[in-house]
């Protein structure tokens, strides 16, 4: 059933405590750890704790939960101090433009200049 954690799926483990991640920040519908591949400074994912493969279909199945992940990369930015420089919210969508886990993830990047158009 969509939002039900899958067996097969590294977000679901780390969700349900099973693989280790360095959690930043975390709440009754989502977890917000650091990338274990940091590409800035500050690299944290902050994904729902429901599975859905990607940004659209979580904010179709859960809105207010894609809402809730979108409140909390701003209060990763806050923490982590990078919102007074600027940070950037990736949602990589479909293999072609770099997904390579799917469990709907927000990536906040930030502690350096980022360029644009991004690559
Ligand atoms: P994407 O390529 O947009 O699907 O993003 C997946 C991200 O998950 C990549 O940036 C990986 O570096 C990151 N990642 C993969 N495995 C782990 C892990 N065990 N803990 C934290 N981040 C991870
Ligand atoms: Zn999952």
């Not at 500050?42 to 859905?52: G, M």
């Not at 179709?60 to 701003?74: F, K, M, Y």
Request: glycine content about 10%; proline content about 8%.
């Amino acid at each position: 059933m969509a939002g039900e954690p899958q067996a097969d799926c590294l977000f679901c483990k780390i969700v349900a405590g099973d693989v280790p991640a360095t959690i930043v920040r975390e709440t009754e519908t989502t977890v917000a750890f650091r990338d274990i591949n940091p590409q800035a400074p500050t690299h944290v994912l902050v994904i729902p704790k429901a599975h859905h493969p990607d940004a659209a279909a979580l904010a179709v199945a859960e809105p207010q939960a894609l809402a809730d992940v979108l409140a909390e990369t701003g209060r990763v930015a806050a923490e982590e101090k990078i919102d007074g420089t600027g940070y950037r919210v990736v949602f990589n969508t479909g293999s072609g433009a770099g997904q390579t886990v799917f469990h709907a993830h927000a990536h906040v990047l930030g502690g350096r200049g980022l360029n644009w158009p991004p690559g």
